[in-house]
Nanobody, 130 residues
Framework: VQLQASGGGLVQAGGSLRLSCQASGFTFDDYFIGWFRQAPGKEREGVSSIKNSDGSTYLIDSVKGRFTISSDKSKNTVYLQMNDLKPEDTAVYYC????????????????????????WGKGTLVTVSS
């Protein structure tokens, strides 16, 4: 089982990046997959999640209108398109997966404690310069 995150980098404020989280070893449609971020000296923060079975999504308010989460089932990959990046978006971004147990909404993944995730990917660093 693996979550492979990629796509981070250095970008100027106002720029864009697309993060990818490729999943393997589990049934893609049975899981939420989402993104968390951790800035230096701050706690990890949930950013966005998607319920792969129906494509429903959730974004935190601070990224709405700038970030979009989507998935490509043919590639077992979830994307986080980040536009109009700001210096405060600078963080290590992690993807995580949580199995859907009932018919919960996608926000469920972001509310779960870190130890409650089924899988974590390694982080990818996003640095936004001003």
């Amino acid at each position: 089982v693996q979550l492979q995150a990629s796509g981070g980098g250095l970008v100027q404020a106002g720029g864009s990046l697309r993060l990818s989280c490729q999943a393997s070893g589990f049934t893609f449609d049975d899981y939420f997959i989402g993104w968390f971020r951790q800035a230096p000296g701050k706690e990890r923060e949930g950013v966005s999640s998607i319920k792969n079975s129906d494509g429903s999504t959730y974004l935190i308010d601070s990224v709405k209108g700038r970030f979009t989460i989507s998935s490509d089932k043919s590639k077992n990959t979830v994307y986080l398109q980040m536009n109009d990046l700001k210096p405060e978006d600078t963080a290590v971004y992690y993807c995580a997966a949580l199995e859907v147990e009932f018919d919960e909404p996608p926000m469920t993944l972001l509310l779960a404690p870190p130890g409650g995730m089924d899988y974590w990917g390694k982080g990818t660093l996003v640095t936004v310069s001003s």
